[in-house]
């Protein structure tokens, strides 16, 4: 059975590789999945591809919505 599930996800992205600034994001995902672990990997990916110079990703599965 396929639910809809909420995922935040928190972005921490360096702007140099020497510097220590950082900047934070967050991004909201609503993600149709038959489990846990499958939105896992999805949200990863999704952030991965809207960030891809991030160097932290944190997800979390926040609710299921269907």
Do not use: Q, W
């Not at 972005?11 to 967050?26: I, L, P």
């Not at 991004?27 to 999945?33: F, H, L, V």
């Amino acid at each position: 059975m396929v639910h809809t599930y909420e995922v935040f996800v928190d972005v921490k992205e360096f702007t140099d590789y020497k510097s220590n600034d950082a900047r934070f994001g967050s991004t909201r995902y609503e993600i149709d999945a038959e489990s846990r672990s499958i939105v896992d990997v999805v949200a990863f990916d999704k952030a991965r591809s809207e960030y891809p110079k991030a160097s932290e990703y944190d997800i979390r599965i926040t609710r299921l919505l269907k």
